[in-house]
C-alpha cells in the first residue's frame, strides 16, 4: 500500500532526476533512474510507460553494454505489452459484451 508520503517521495525523485537530465544530458544514470521513478507513480499508464522505456533506452545509449540497464529495459518493455494486452481485452469484452452470447451449440 502506497502512503501519501510515498507517493510524494517518488514526486520528488522524478523531479530531482529531471533536473539532473537537464545539467548533464549525457548522465546515464539520471536517465536510468527517473525511468525507475515513472514506474513507482500510482496511476502509472500507457504513457509512463512508453516514457520510462525512452529513458531507459537513453540511459543504454550513454552507457552502452550496462546489464542492469538493459535488464531494467526489457522488464519495462515486457510489462508495457502486457498492460496494452490486459487493456485491449477488457475493450474487446466491453464492446463485444464478453462473447459468451455468440457460443452456438
Same mark, same amino acid.
Given at each position: 500500500?502506497? $502512503?501519501?508520503?510515498?507517493?510524494n517521495l517518488i514526486d520528488d525523485a522524478f523531479y530531482? !532526476?529531471?533536473?539532473?537530465?537537464?545539467?548533464?544530458? *549525457?548522465? $546515464?544514470?539520471?536517465?536510468?533512474?527517473?525511468?525507475? $521513478?515513472?514506474?513507482?507513480?500510482?496511476?502509472?499508464?500507457?504513457?509512463?510507460?512508453?516514457?520510462?522505456?525512452?529513458?531507459?533506452?537513453?540511459?543504454? #545509449?550513454?552507457?552502452?553494454?550496462?546489464?542492469?540497464?538493459? #535488464? #531494467?529495459?526489457? *522488464? !519495462?518493455?515486457?510489462?508495457?505489452?502486457?498492460v496494452k494486452f490486459r487493456e485491449k481485452?477488457? *475493450?474487446? $469484452? *466491453?464492446?463485444?459484451?464478453?462473447?459468451?452470447?455468440?457460443?452456438?451449440?
Amino acid at each position: 500500500m502506497s $502512503s501519501k508520503g510515498e507517493a510524494n517521495l517518488i514526486d520528488d525523485a522524478f523531479y530531482a !532526476c529531471s533536473e539532473a537530465v537537464k545539467l548533464d544530458l *549525457k548522465g $546515464s544514470k539520471a536517465y536510468y533512474l527517473r525511468a525507475k $521513478s515513472r514506474l513507482y507513480r500510482a496511476d502509472l499508464g500507457n504513457e509512463d510507460y512508453k516514457l520510462a522505456i525512452k529513458d531507459f533506452k537513453r540511459a543504454l #545509449e550513454l552507457d552502452n553494454g550496462n546489464n542492469t540497464i538493459m #535488464e #531494467e529495459l526489457n *522488464k !519495462c518493455q515486457e510489462l508495457f505489452q502486457a498492460v496494452k494486452f490486459r487493456e485491449k481485452d477488457v *475493450k474487446n $469484452s *466491453k464492446e463485444g459484451g464478453g462473447g459468451e452470447s455468440s457460443i452456438n451449440g
